[in-house]
């Protein structure tokens, strides 16, 4: 790769890896750890260590992201104590929907920790729709009939966690 249009990748993938982050968990830290994304990105590019054949710069992306999630949570001791600005989300909704958005997300997050962690990382990366199964299955090193399997599992057991909580799916 000779050159990194780095304008076209930041407008292609912000909101994709922003929202990566929101769905794990990192309402407020969310866009510094999009930008540290961005950071280790723009060295592994300098340094030489970007190669097409290992597959995507989006894939290498959301791998990079993978594993500044894994370091946030490690140093949060429970991400769930943190709270979104429904306000600054939803200026410009009216207050019902934005508490009907408040609590779908806030029992979707409760359902997604419900999972076993390695359902939860599978999960979240599988609802980036732009990410292939493959890609899925190099960012987390595991064989591809594993992801496939997990996320058939996972999308079971949040329709009984919903389903419970009297939510058809």
């Known amino acids: 790769?000779?050159?990194?249009?780095?304008?076209l990748l930041i407008e292609k993938m912000g909101d994709r890896l922003y929202n990566y982050f929101l769905r794990r968990g990192h309402y407020q830290s969310a866009g510094d750890l999009t930008q540290e994304t961005y950071v280790r990105l723009w060295v592994y590019w300098?340094?030489?260590?970007v190669d097409a054949a290992k597959g995507s710069l989006e894939s290498l992306a959301f791998g990079i992201a993978y594993y500044v999630s894994l370091e946030r949570v490690k140093e949060l001791k429970s991400i769930m104590?943190?709270?979104p600005d429904w306000d600054k989300m939803a200026?410009?909704?009216?207050?019902?929907?934005?508490y009907q958005k408040k609590e779908l997300?806030?029992?979707f997050h409760l359902a997604l920790k419900q999972l076993p962690e390695e359902q939860q990382d599978i999960l979240t990366l599988y609802m980036d729709e732009t990410l292939k199964l493959e890609e899925i299955a190099?960012?987390?090193?595991?064989p591809l009939g594993t992801i496939k399997n997990q996320i058939y599992r996972a999308k079971e057991?949040?329709?009984l966690i919903f389903e419970a909580k009297g939510v058809s799916l």
């Open 1 to 7: 790769m000779d050159k990194l249009e780095w304008n």
């Open 46 to 49: 300098k340094e030489g260590r």
């Open 81 to 83: 104590q943190e709270d």
């Open 91 to 98: 200026s410009s909704e009216n207050i019902e929907e934005m």
């Open 105 to 107: 997300h806030f029992q």
């Open 138 to 142: 190099k960012i987390l090193e595991i």
């Open 157 to 159: 057991k949040m329709k």
